[in-house]
C-alpha cells in the first residue's frame, strides 16, 4: 500500500473539480472531468475509439452499451464524448423519456433530434449549443481559403467566388433525403450571415433545429418556400445529413449518443414500441451498410432493454437475430467487436483505485488531506463488498456516493472518527442485517478484501 501513496494525480481546474465531485456526490454521471476518475475500462474505451476510427475513414458505427443502472453506461459516453471532440468530431447527445423518443407521433420524435441538435458540441463549444458556431468557422474557413488563392475582400468578384465555393459544397447534399431543403436553408443561412440578417439568420438556425411545426410558418420566416420540415418522421434523415455535412466542413465525423433507452422498454403500447424498435433497425441497417458515411450512433441502455423478450430489443425478431450471442460466445471470454457491449462489473482493485483517485480529488478541491487512511479505505470497501448480493450487483454509482457522504463527514465534523461513521456495527449490520447483528458468530467468515496492489497497474 506503500506505493498507492506515492501515486500523484495532475492538477484539476477548480472548475472542472467542483462539478465533478459534485456530480459523484450526486450519484450524477459529470459532463466534464470523466477522464480524471476513468478506471479499469481500457478495452471498452479501445473497443469506441475504433469505431472513431472507422468513421472518419467514411464508415459509420452503432453500439449497444448495455449495463445495470449505476454500473457506467453514461458515465462511458460522456468518456467517449470528451476523446471524440478532442478528435475533432462533432458529438450530440440526449437522454430519452417519456417525452423523446425515436419514432412517435405529437413531436415527441422531433424532440429527441432538438435535444440533440441542442448538445450539438465541437472541440470549440465542448457544453453543446454549437451549431451557429460550426456554421461561423465553416463560412470563414470557405473566405480564408479564397484569401489564400488570391482573392481580395475588398474584390467586386470576392462575393461571387464564395457564392460558388458555397454552391459547390452543398451540392453532394440535395441528392440525399431531404437534402435540397437541407443545401437551400444552409445557403440561405450563409446569405443572412454575410449580410448581417439577424432575422433571417435565426430563422434558418429554427429550420435546422426542427423547431418550425408548418411549412407554412417557416416559409414566412425564412423568405422562400421549403418542400419539408424536419418532424416525426424524417429527423433521422437529416442526422444522416449533418453527419455529411460535417465531413464536407472539415470535422471527422458526427457521434451520437442516446442514452436512457430503457424508456422505450416501458412503453406499454406494443405498436408503438415496435414502431420505435423499427427505428432502431433502421438505424443499425443504415449504419453497418455504408448507408450513414460519418456517423457514429452509441445507445445505453439496461439488460432488460435488450434481453426481454417480451417487451425488449429481442421481441423484435429482426433485431434479435441481429444481436443476440453467438452459440460461441461463452461466459469467460469477451468479444467488444461485435454490436453489444456489456459492461463487466469493476474488480475489487479496481474499486479500490477509483475511491483512491476521488480521496486524492477531493485533497485537492479541499486543500487538506481527508483524515482517511489506505487500511480505512481497504474497510470499507470490505463493508460494500460483504452486501448480500455485492458480487454481482455492487456498482460504482452508489460505492462512491456512500465513500463521498464518509468523506464529508468526517471534514465537516472534526470529532468524529472513521469508526465512528462506518464502524464495526455497521459491517455487521451489513453482513447479518440489524436483527441479527447482535447474535452474529464472533467467528464468522471475514468480508474479503482487495488483493494488495500498486495504483499504478490500474488502467486509467
Not at 23 to 29: D, I, L, N, P, T
Not at 308 to 330: I, K, N, Q
Not at 338 to 353: M, N, Q, T, W
Not at 410 to 428: I, K, R
Request: charged share 25%; with cysteine.
Amino acid at each position: 500500500m506503500e506505493q498507492t501513496e506515492q501515486y500523484t494525480i495532475p492538477r484539476v481546474p477548480k472548475r472542472i473539480l467542483t462539478s465533478l465531485l459534485a456530480s459523484v456526490s450526486a450519484g450524477v454521471v459529470p459532463r466534464a472531468g470523466a477522464p480524471y476518475i476513468a478506471i479499469g475500462r481500457k478495452d471498452e474505451i479501445a473497443a469506441l475509439l475504433s469505431d472513431l476510427e472507422a468513421v472518419n475513414e467514411g464508415g459509420g458505427s452503432m453500439r449497444f452499451l448495455i449495463g445495470r443502472y449505476g454500473s457506467g453506461k453514461s458515465f462511458l459516453m460522456q468518456l467517449i464524448r470528451g476523446y471524440a471532440l478532442e478528435r475533432d468530431f462533432l458529438t450530440a447527445d440526449a437522454d430519452l423519456s417519456p417525452e423523446r423518443r425515436l419514432y412517435g407521433t405529437g413531436g415527441s420524435g422531433v424532440a429527441t433530434y432538438r435535444e440533440l441538435m441542442k448538445n450539438l458540441a465541437s472541440k470549440a463549444s465542448p457544453d453543446g449549443g454549437a451549431l451557429p458556431r460550426i456554421l461561423a468557422r465553416w463560412i470563414s474557413d470557405l473566405q480564408a481559403s479564397l484569401v489564400k488563392a488570391g482573392f481580395s475582400p475588398e474584390d467586386v468578384g470576392f462575393s461571387p467566388a464564395l457564392h460558388q465555393k458555397v454552391l459547390e459544397a452543398l451540392r453532394e447534399m440535395e441528392f440525399l433525403v431531404g437534402g435540397f431543403d437541407f443545401a437551400r436553408v444552409v445557403t440561405a443561412y450563409y446569405r443572412a450571415y454575410t449580410k448581417g440578417d439577424d432575422d433571417r439568420r435565426s430563422a434558418c438556425l429554427r429550420w435546422l433545429r426542427g423547431e418550425y411545426a408548418t411549412k407554412t410558418e417557416a416559409k414566412h420566416d425564412l423568405g422562400f418556400s421549403v418542400s419539408v420540415i424536419i418532424d416525426d418522421d424524417n429527423w433521422y434523415d437529416f442526422l444522416k445529413l449533418w453527419a455529411s455535412l460535417a465531413r464536407m466542413m472539415g470535422y471527422r465525423g458526427l457521434v451520437v449518443f442516446i442514452d436512457e433507452c430503457v424508456n422505450l422498454y416501458k412503453i406499454s403500447h406494443r405498436v408503438s414500441r415496435e414502431n420505435n424498435y423499427e427505428k432502431i433497425l433502421s438505424m443499425f441497417n443504415d449504419t453497418l451498410q455504408g448507408r450513414a458515411p460519418g456517423l457514429a450512433l452509441i445507445l445505453g441502455g439496461t439488460p432488460q432493454f435488450l434481453e426481454d423478450t417480451r417487451r425488449g430489443l429481442f421481441s423484435y425478431e429482426a433485431l434479435r437475430s441481429r444481436l443476440c450471442d453467438s452459440r460461441f460466445a461463452l461466459e469467460g471470454f469477451k468479444n467488444l467487436i461485435g454490436p453489444v457491449i456489456r459492461l463487466r462489473k469493476l474488480s475489487d482493485d479496481e474499486l479500490f483505485a477509483l475511491i483512491s483517485r476521488v480521496t486524492k480529488l477531493y485533497a485537492q478541491q479541499y486543500g487538506q488531506d481527508p483524515r482517511i487512511t489506505s487500511e480505512q479505505m481497504v474497510q470499507f470497501l470490505q463493508i460494500c463488498l460483504h452486501r448480500a448480493g455485492a458480487d454481482s450487483m455492487i456498482t460504482p454509482r452508489e460505492m462512491l456516493r456512500d465513500y463521498m457522504t464518509v468523506l464529508n463527514i468526517l471534514m465537516q465534523n472534526p470529532n468524529a472518527t472513521f469508526e465512528e461513521v462506518v464502524g464495526s456495527a455497521v459491517t455487521l449490520q451489513t453482513a447479518y442485517g440489524e436483527e441479527g447483528a447482535q447474535s452474529a458468530p464472533q467467528s464468522a467468515e471475514p468480508a474479503r478484501q482487495p488483493s494488495a496492489f500498486s495504483v499504478d497497474d490500474i488502467e486509467f
